[in-house]
T-cell receptor, first 114, second 113 residues
């Protein structure tokens, strides 16, 4: 009964490939997020999305695109992977109504680009 | 744009020592403040949060934090740390109208047995 789950946990791939990371939440939340954690543990928001709007951090390359088939899922698709994309990617979710934006995080996906 | 500063990058303590981790933010309006902990190899877990009311908030595992509006600070404290508190600690903030969290750079806490 994991609240926020991500697959895969580890992803090793070569430069130039296209890959996706899946995220699912069973909390009934209406907003989901993707964060990137670099090798120095710095966490940076990439996207936030609910059924009303997608907010993109302006520093995120357009090779990254979130795709939401429904409220419970927000997948991250990455085109033409680069070495600098190696990081841990965390999905999170929150409920816009109620406690303001308390976010619940998934276990992370460690992406290694070779 | 809001920003969060955590000045202690790495703190090393012995068990039973007291802990205080600094967190300062730059935003003049209404803020929501959070401390998250990340144990080695694990995801972020919420330790405590402040939205309004009593500026001294208590969280899980004996942690507490005090919101001092005049100092734009939200420092994390624990009277007596344990070896199991070894982890990375992140302060985060969002403003009243924003969903996204802005995180500090994190503080690695190492507790020696």
């Amino acid at each position: 009964d994991t609240a926020v789950s991500q697959t895969p946990k580890y992803l090793v791939t070569q430069m130039g490939n296209d890959k996706s990371i899946k995220c699912e939440q069973n909390l009934g939340h209406d907003t989901m997020y993707w964060y990137k954690q670099d090798s120095k543990k710095f966490l940076k928001i990439m996207f936030s999305y609910n059924n009303k709007e997608l907010i993109i951090n302006e520093t995120v390359p357009n090779r990254f695109s979130p795709k939401s088939p429904d409220k419970a899922h927000l997948n991250l698709h990455i085109n033409s992977l680069e070495l600098g994309d190696s990081a841990v990617y965390f999905c999170a979710s929150s409920q816009e109504q109620g406690f303001p934006y308390e976010q619940y995080f998934g276990p992370g996906t460690r992406l290694t680009v070779t | 744009a809001q920003s969060v500063s955590q000045h202690n990058h790495h703190v090393i303590l012995s068990e039973a020592a007291s802990l205080e981790l600094g967190c300062n933010y730059s935003y003049g309006g209404t803020v929501n403040l959070f401390w998250y902990v990340q144990y080695p190899g694990q995801h972020l877990q919420l330790l405590l949060k402040y939205f309004s009311g009593d500026p001294l908030v208590k969280g899980i595992k004996g942690f507490e934090a005090e919101f001092i509006k005049s100092k734009f600070s939200f420092n994390l404290r624990k009277p007596s740390v344990q070896w199991s508190d070894t982890a990375e600690y992140f302060c985060a903030v969002n403003s009243g109208s924003a969903r996204q969290l802005t995180f500090g750079s994190g503080t690695q806490l190492t507790v020696l047995p």
